[in-house]
């Protein structure tokens, strides 16, 4: 019986390590095979190393029946719902002061915290990973699955973020404090015109996909990245079509922006702007950089 082929990711990381094992070996070592193997398991990750734990992690997705796509897309619009009422919660709760703007946005990485780590399907994350094996394999059927994928997961972001957005603007399940917190930081947002909605969703769809990318090699660290990466879109003012998607469907029931302005003023120039941000430029940097390699 012939044996079953290792993974591609797996033959890399256990390379680099054999290779790190044989030149102290052959340069001469007091460490022993102990501590031979403890410097294998303390090695960074080579770039090309985390390029194919992110593909794999897309070809996983890709994989997945649509059914479960939509489910777990509805949850992740659910879920990212709480990144804009945990930072309306301290906003409510703060002094308004010079700084409050940098504490506040601290609550915007709960919402991310759930969806990351409960694996959800959140939309501009899948600009990513879904992306990185097209570009691989060059395949048009690739492409084609990642643009299913993208229409499921995105359709049942929104359907979540309908309902959750639509629960905060009833008032029936957050104190009056908080509920004019959401309303304030929701006005706030739907002043950006559609240009910078346009050029700050870039920046936000580069800033998702640097957390994508930034995981594999995050080991304990995981909670700290993503409230950090959440942190920096929310304080920097920058936009993302899932969170921001709450506030507008919000401003839509309190009477604060019309259907149009949500639509033409927010959720199409925000979403063109983080596929441009996390797809069309991080994903092909990253597959320029280890093209060679891989």
């Given at each position: 019986?012939?044996?079953?082929?290792?993974?591609?990711?797996?033959?890399?990381?256990?390379?680099?390590?054999?290779?790190?094992?044989?030149?102290?070996?052959?340069?001469?070592?007091?460490?022993?095979?102990?501590?031979?193997?403890?410097?294998?398991?303390?090695?960074?990750?080579?770039?090309?190393v985390v390029y194919e734990i992110i593909c794999q992690?897309?070809?996983?997705?890709?994989?997945?029946?649509?059914?479960?796509?939509?489910?777990?897309?509805?949850?992740?619009?659910?879920?990212?719902?709480?990144?804009?009422?945990?930072?309306a919660l301290l906003r409510?709760?703060?002094?308004?002061?010079?700084?409050?703007?940098?504490?506040?946005?601290?609550?915007?990485?709960?919402?991310?915290?759930i969806v990351i780590m409960a694996r959800q399907q959140l939309f501009t994350?899948?600009?990513?990973?879904?992306?990185?094996?097209?570009?691989?394999?060059?395949?048009?059927?690739t492409y084609l699955r990642v643009a299913r994928l993208w229409v499921i997961v995105f359709a049942a972001n929104m359907v979540g973020t309908l309902i959750f957005g639509s629960a905060l603007a009833s008032g029936l399940f957050v104190t009056d404090e908080v509920h004019a917190a959401v309303a304030e930081l929701s006005r706030h947002m739907m002043e950006i015109p559609a240009d910078q909605m346009f050029l700050r969703g870039i920046v936000a769809g580069w800033i998702v996909a640097t957390?994508?990318?930034?995981?594999?090699?995050?080991?304990?660290?995981?909670?700290?990245?993503?409230?950090?990466?959440?942190?920096?879109?929310?304080a920097l003012d920058l936009t993302h079509v899932v969170a921001g998607s709450v506030e507008a469907v919000f401003s839509f029931w309190t009477g604060d922006a019309s259907l149009i302005e949500g639509v033409a003023g927010f959720l199409l120039p925000t979403l063109l702007g983080n596929i441009v941000g996390g797809s069309a430029l991080f994903a092909l940097v990253a597959h320029a950089q280890v093209n060679k390699e891989i």
């Open positions: 019986m012939s044996k079953s082929p290792k993974h591609p990711v797996s033959d890399i990381a256990e390379n680099e390590s054999y290779l790190t094992e044989e030149r102290l070996r052959e340069d001469g070592t007091r460490l022993s095979d102990n501590d031979l193997a403890e410097v294998g398991d303390k090695l960074r990750l080579r770039v090309a992690e897309g070809e996983e997705e890709l994989a997945r029946a649509p059914r479960n796509l939509w489910w777990s897309g509805i949850a992740a619009g659910l879920s990212i719902g709480f990144s804009v009422l945990a930072e409510a709760h703060l002094p308004d002061t010079g700084w409050r703007h940098l504490v506040e946005n601290l609550g915007y990485g709960v919402g991310f915290l994350e899948n600009t990513l990973t879904a992306v990185l094996p097209a570009i691989s394999t060059g395949k048009r059927t957390l994508v990318w930034l995981l594999p090699s995050a080991e304990n660290s995981k909670v700290a990245i993503i409230f950090l990466m959440a942190w920096l879109i929310a």
